[in-house]
């Protein structure tokens, strides 16, 4: 019914740069907060950024500065432009968006979607 769909991860040298894209798709109602998660192995997945449906955003620490969230309400997308990147935001990423949903005669409200995660590596 709903689908995220990233691209734009690969491996960049420190102090690069790179951008992330993802797309909801379905029958979507409306989203409402669409973010970004990362996660490496063995630990829990972190939030990186978040950007609500009004365009106020939250970033983890370590990003600010750095890393921007921003969205397109009318394509349905999320972006992650990560600028001076390093060796420790290397991590997977994922896209994350909290949509409402109307299918087959049922609405589901406010539920979270992830995108399939998509590799970021930061070495030279």
């Known amino acids: 019914q709903v689908h995220l769909v990233e691209s734009g991860g690969g491996l960049v040298q420190p102090g690069g740069s790179l951008a992330l894209s993802c797309a909801a798709s379905?029958?979507?109602?409306?989203?409402?907060?669409m973010g970004w998660y990362r996660q490496v192995p063995g630990k829990e997945r972190e939030l990186v950024a978040i950007?609500?449906?009004?365009?106020?955003?939250n970033y983890k620490d370590s990003v600010k500065g750095r890393f921007t969230v921003s969205r397109d309400g009318a394509k349905k997308m999320v972006y992650l432009q990560m600028n001076s990147l390093k060796p420790e935001d290397t991590a997977v990423y994922y896209c994350?968006?909290?949509?409402?949903?109307?299918?087959?005669?049922?609405?589901?409200?406010?539920?979270?979607?992830w995108g399939q995660g998509t590799q970021v590596t930061v070495s030279s």
């Open positions: 950007i609500s449906s009004d365009g106020n955003t």
């Open positions: 379905g029958s979507i109602v409306s989203i409402d907060d």
């Open positions: 994350n968006a909290i949509i409402t949903s109307y299918f087959d005669g049922v609405f589901a409200r406010d539920t979270a979607y």
